[in-house]
């Protein structure tokens, strides 16, 4: 873990110090703390982390710059990993940065702030996405589903297949969705394989074709 280098992007500075406070503490290096999109873009050209954790809403008109931010370190600091913050389930915030996660990029997660009530945890999830995983909140998969229920692309999945979809875009590997369904490792497999074969995804070298899998029928609405 010590060997991660992370700066945190939030307007809150007592979230902002709090939260550089607990990750130090857990072994992490914060490199950088900014309170604005384009402070954040500064320390990344100054400090080059292997993560930025950022919140979605930041100044000046807290709606969607740190989306945005996060958008232009996809395409000028394709090596830094992105872990967004977010207080509501904002599915089109979620859809667009999880399809930037393309082409070699590093991992992606996006986590609702509510939700982070265990540090050991969160710095799990930091450690995922450093490494090159897509984490995404439980809560926010759900939201994504559920509002695609009507005419969706995955009507041909099972019930149980939707179920490891889910945990998929969750980021778990087949290990851990076979723990969390309580099947074996060789039926997550057979599921994963049939999933992404009712799907029409192609065998590629994508680390993101799993999220893509959640991604691809979302992008269908409107």
Do not use: C
């Amino acid at each position: 873990m010590s060997d991660i280098r992370v700066v945190i992007a939030d307007d809150d500075v007592l979230l902002r110090e709090g939260m550089s406070s607990l990750l130090t503490e857990a072994g992490l290096s914060v490199v950088g703390r900014a309170g604005d999109a384009e402070e954040l873009l500064a320390l990344l050209a100054r400090d080059q982390p292997d993560l930025a954790i950022i919140d979605i809403r930041m100044p000046p008109s807290y709606t969607a710059e740190g989306l945005d931010a996060a958008l232009r370190i996809r395409s000028e600091f394709p090596d830094v990993a992105l872990l967004l913050l977010s207080a509501h389930v904002e599915v089109d915030h979620a859809l667009e940065l999880l399809d930037s996660g393309h082409n070699g990029a590093k991992g992606i997660g996006y986590l609702l702030k509510s939700r982070v009530t265990d540090v050991a945890d969160f710095v799990s999830t930091i450690d995922r996405v450093a490494a090159g995983a897509s984490v995404i909140d439980p809560a926010l998969v759900y939201e994504l589903v559920a509002a695609k229920r009507r005419g969706d692309p995955l009507g041909a999945l099972s019930t149980r297949e939707r179920d490891v979809l889910t945990l998929m875009a969750e980021g778990l590997s087949n290990s851990g969705i076979g723990k969390r369904l309580w099947i074996t490792e060789g039926t997550v497999e057979k599921h994963v394989r049939s999933i992404l074969t009712k799907l029409d995804l192609a065998e590629t070298a994508d680390d993101h074709r799993r999220v893509r899998a959640v991604i691809l029928y979302l992008d269908t609405v409107g």
